[in-house]
């Protein structure tokens, strides 16, 4: 119950039946927008995949995957996928996608370990997307400009939507501010991560915290990453930069920060060797995938997923992310929401 917020005389402004139209709109535009701002064509992807190849995503590194075995390879074991980050990698190199280019899926998940709220289930739908890139592209520059022109996709997204339905109103901040995870931490050192997280969208709107994964001043990162897929410990004359982060906008309904994608650009060999090393995972260097990385097989890209439930769920202005999706959600949880008028699906 600690992580459900009801917002104060909450009301659902549009019925089911125009959610769900809602839903569908929003799905077939936007991605149609990143596809084409970002020249990515489609691809069909896993729901699980073969356990101990290193291809599923270790997210923060804690997180069990759900697994079950296979009768006809022997009972060897599979895992649905936590998210595609590297198997997008190796698709990226089996399609052999040029520079400038890439792809996209609907990447669908199970997060067993997730502390069910307002903004997580246990389901998971995203837009994965990988791109190809070049030596030289491996900046934050360009990082800034692929995330620009992600958030102009939703803006797009966000104008079809209030023109649809008038009665939602738009709040979307015009453009993406940009900060490092340390001059955050610098800026509200006696906060939380967090609780600067809110703090920085509150006053944006629209906001991209960059070089997630590394240790801060404080010695704690803002949030944990797995060491194989995000590069962000790139060292620079200070020390660490970082070339991933999150996307956050300010949810009017929620009265908080909502974190609409992670991305990053992706571990060239240096830097997954780095990484591994500062996380006491070099043992993972024998895996499939990370053999292939290592050996110079896969390209250079960058990559992230985009929620898709999120993202309706902000632009039709609902409460709780089970009014977007079918979820199993703890009895106390469903009860508080129906009581506040939150219909959960």
């Known amino acids: 119950m600690s992580y459900l917020i009801i917002p104060e005389n909450y009301r659902q402004i549009l019925s089911m039946r125009q959610t769900e139209q809602g839903i569908k709109l929003i799905k077939d535009f936007f991605q149609q927008n990143l596809s084409t701002g970002l020249q990515l064509r489609r691809v ?6 073969l356990q101990g190849m290193g291809i599923n995503d270790d997210l923060s590194g804690v997180e069990r995957a759900v697994t079950f075995p296979i009768r006809d390879l022997n009972d060897a074991r599979a895992e649905v996928v936590h998210s595609l980050a590297k198997w997008k990698r190796l698709t990226l190199a089996e399609y052999n996608v040029r520079a400038g280019y890439g792809i996209y899926t609907d990447m669908n998940a199970i997060r067993a ?7 997580h289930s246990l389901y998971v739908d995203q837009w994965d997307w990988e791109r190809t890139i070049l030596p030289e592209d491996r900046n934050i520059a360009f990082l800034k400009r692929i995330v620009r022109r992600i958030y102009s996709a939703m803006l ?7 023109e649809t339905y008038p009665e939602l109103e738009p709040f979307l901040a015009r453009e993406v501010f940009f900060i490092h995870s340390e001059e955050l931490r610098r800026m509200y050192p006696d906060m939380t991560p967090k609780e600067r997280e809110d703090e920085i969208t509150r006053k944006y709107g629209a906001v991209f915290i960059m070089g997630i994964g590394g240790k801060l001043g404080d010695g704690e990162p803002h949030d944990l990453r797995a060491p ?16 991933n982060g999150d ?6 309904i929620l009265d908080r920060a909502m974190e609409l994608s992670s991305m990053g650009i992706r571990v060239d060999r240096e830097a997954m060797l780095r990484q591994l090393v500062l996380c006491g995972q070099e043992q993972r260097k024998d895996l499939y995938f990370h053999r292939r990385l290592l050996n110079g097989e896969l390209p250079l890209c960058i990559g992230g997923g985009i929620g898709q439930s999120r993202l309706c769920m902000l632009f039709l202005q609902k409460a709780h992310i089970g009014e977007i999706q079918a979820s199993i959600w703890p009895e106390e949880q469903r009860a508080a929401c129906l009581e ?6």
């Open 44 to 49: 069909t992807a896993p729901l699980f995949v």
């Open 113 to 119: 370990d997730e502390s069910l709220g307002n903004l």
């Open 156 to 162: 797009r997204t966000e104008y079809l939507i209030n």
């Open 228 to 243: 194989d897929y995000d590069d962000w410990s790139t060292p620079n004359e200070d020390g660490f930069d970082g070339l």
């Open 247 to 252: 996307l956050l906008v300010w949810n009017p």
């Open 340 to 345: 506040a008028g939150i219909q959960l699906i």
